[in-house]
């Protein structure tokens, strides 16, 4: 068996031809094949001011993708929590999840940049301190039970399927992990270092030990029967853009963060192009709970393109790989 994930960052630099309409059109018609082809989850991130026209609403993005769905989980990883007003936050989730059935996973963070708590006039030296109010304070919110909120009476109506609904924080430092531990129902990471802090975090904090990091194949996977070099030829451009977005990322933080798509000594490759026999060894080898993580709009990669890999993989992976519901 395999964890079966799409991820889509909704990314359409100018420089490609794909327009955000017929992204956003072919992630939602992926969605629905992959909820057929027995996938598990469909992730989605949150960043905001990106000339590439990353996602910046993963909540609506994730109601959406409930309308064409009926088994997919949608995990947002990372709705920036401390952006939003708190109330608007615990309706929006709400209505998520109902949208969802109760499929949504809950993946909240503080993200990274100075210039988004900006342009959304909140205080970036306070984040760590909104997120620790703001998650008691949706706890409360979704019992649906009347509450005092800036001096008045409120309740969060419609509730959330999940009841309890579940909370999960990411994010790379030590404050993060041991936030996660503290507060949230776990914790969402690509990074196993990270993953080990976590599990540091809660054996400090006296919770129970979440154990290993879930075995993963590489952050971008892709199928085909064709030339590997002439693939990646015409993937690379693609590729690239998404290497130097998270560079500029990096800087615009002032550096310190961890590109995951750089190609660095000692570390895995972030990417990798296989063919159908390669890529159902590799399923195999990450165990009954290793995740393949496909990512077939990357940074613009035209629909036309991407969805001749999805039905190979339907057509000649998959079928060796039973997914777990």
């Known amino acids: 068996m395999s964890v079966n994930v799409l991820n889509f960052d909704l990314r359409h630099p100018a420089e490609f031809p794909t327009s955000g309409a017929e992204i956003y059109a072919a992630a939602l018609d992926m969605c629905a094949w992959a909820d057929e082809a027995g996938f598990q989850r469909v992730g989605v991130p949150e960043h905001h001011q990106n000339d590439d026209g990353y996602i910046s609403c993963p909540l609506m993005f994730a109601a959406a993708v409930g309308g064409r769905t009926r088994r997919l989980k949608v995990r947002t990883g990372i709705v920036i929590a401390p952006l939003y007003e708190p109330l608007r936050l615990a309706e929006e989730v709400a209505v998520a999840d109902l949208c969802l059935g109760g499929r949504l996973e809950l993946g909240m963070g503080l993200g990274v ?7 959304f006039g909140v205080d970036f030296s306070r984040r760590g301190k909104i997120l620790d109010e703001l998650i008691p304070f949706l706890r409360k919110a979704w019992t649906g039970e009347a509450f005092e909120y800036r001096g008045t009476s409120v309740r969060v109506l419609p509730r959330p399927v999940q009841s309890p609904m579940r909370i999960y924080l990411g994010g790379m430092s030590q404050a993060a992990t041991d936030r996660a531990a503290r507060l949230a129902d776990g914790f969402h990471t690509l990074m196993p270092q990270t993953w080990e802090r976590y599990r540091d975090s809660c054996r400090r904090f006296g919770k129970p030990d979440p154990g290993p990091h879930t075995a993963r194949g590489p952050m971008f996977l892709w199928v085909t029967k064709e030339d590997k070099a002439r693939t990646l030829a015409w993937l690379q451009p693609h590729i690239q853009q998404q290497v130097a977005s998270y560079d500029e990322q990096n800087r615009k933080a002032g550096g310190g963060l961890v590109n995951p798509w750089e190609l660095k000594p000692g570390r895995p490759p972030p990417y990798r192009i296989v063919n159908p026999e390669e890529a159902i ?22 629909p036309r393109l991407a969805w001749p890999m999805l039905k190979l993989l339907e057509a000649e992976v998959l079928p060796h790989l039973p997914a777990a519901r």
Do not use: K
Request: glycine share 14%; aromatic share 6%; net charge negative.
């Open 113 to 119: 940049l100075r210039a988004d708590y900006e342009v």
């Open 281 to 302: 060894e590799l399923g195999q080898s990450l165990g009954p709970t290793g995740e393949l993580i496909f990512q077939p709009l990357l940074s613009g990669i035209a």
